[in-house]
């Protein structure tokens, strides 16, 4: 019995319906910039900022606080980059190490968790600050709890928020992450200004200032110098006996 006409119809019908409310799947564009990854299209006229923020995760909650008090800066071409911008089946270690030299600003999250994590600590943190010494990133630290971070070399720093001060002692969370993101923005305005500079960008580049070279003048020959008073010198020819005239 042949296949009624009415009935297949039907059925193309149903299926066509269902394939649109298929949703598609987000762009690689869309799904960076919803993580917080860079898109690569910083604002015409600025220079892209890289922050690399540095925390434990058991401080997750004050990561994500902190990365929505700087909505500001991101959506200003300033790129906050952290470890669960990390991809899965990418090597964790390689990309921290990849994002760490690619990034201008350093942001660690103290916490008695971050002081006691070899990772954070000995290897992130002290990794930034070998940049550091080498003028190649600048390194900033927020006190997100309360913990022992003068008893540490980052006691002869200036810390966010203000003195160092926890958010739990401000008299409300949000005005710390506000105090401690504007700390951060003067220090994006500061790197900006320096990449701006072309003074910056030559030392940049070649680590080392290129003078340019001069040609040498072409040096002119002077004639002879003529004693006054006396003629030329006239050349006479000697015919030499056996010679042809």
């Known amino acids: ?33 919803a993580t917080g990854a860079p898109t690569g299209k910083p604002p015409s006229g600025k220079p892209e900022i890289r922050i690399f923020v540095s925390y434990s995760h058991r401080d997750a909650g ?16 300033v790129t906050v980059w952290y470890d669960e911008n990390i991809e899965p089946g990418a090597t964790m270690g390689t990309e921290i190490a990849r994002e760490l030299r690619r990034a201008h600003i350093f942001v660690a999250l103290f916490s008695p968790s971050y002081l006691d994590s070899n990772y954070c600590w000995n290897i ?30 980052a006691a002869g720093f200036k810390l966010l928020p203000r003195d160092g001060v926890p958010p739990e002692r401000w008299s409300s969370h949000d005005a710390a992450y506000v105090d ?65 005239a």
Not at 6 to 32: D, F, G, I, Q
Not at 62 to 77: C, E, I, M, N, V
Not at 134 to 140: D, F, M, N
Request: charged share 30%; with cysteine; hydrophobic share 30%.
């Open 180 to 244: 401690a993101a504007k700390g951060i923005g003067d220090v994006i305005a500061t790197v900006r200004r320096e990449l701006a500079s072309p003074a910056k960008l030559s030392g940049t580049l070649g680590k080392s200032k290129i003078k340019a070279v001069k040609p040498s003048p072409t040096p002119t020959r002077k004639p002879p110098s003529k004693t006054p008073g006396r003629p030329p010198a006239r050349r006479t020819s000697l015919r030499v006996r056996g010679s042809k």
């Open 62 to 77: 004050a990561q994500q606080k902190l990365h929505t008090h700087l909505a500001p800066w991101r959506r200003d071409g």
């Open 1 to 33: 019995m042949p296949f009624p006409t009415s009935l297949y119809n039907a059925a193309m019908t149903e299926r066509t319906r269902k394939v649109s409310k298929t949703p598609k799947p987000k762009p690689a564009t869309a799904r960076r910039a």
């Open 124 to 153: 992130e943190y002290k990794r930034a600050m070998g940049r550091r010494a080498r003028k190649l990133i600048r390194v900033v630290a927020v006190v997100v709890k309360p913990c022992g971070w003068k008893q540490t070399p």
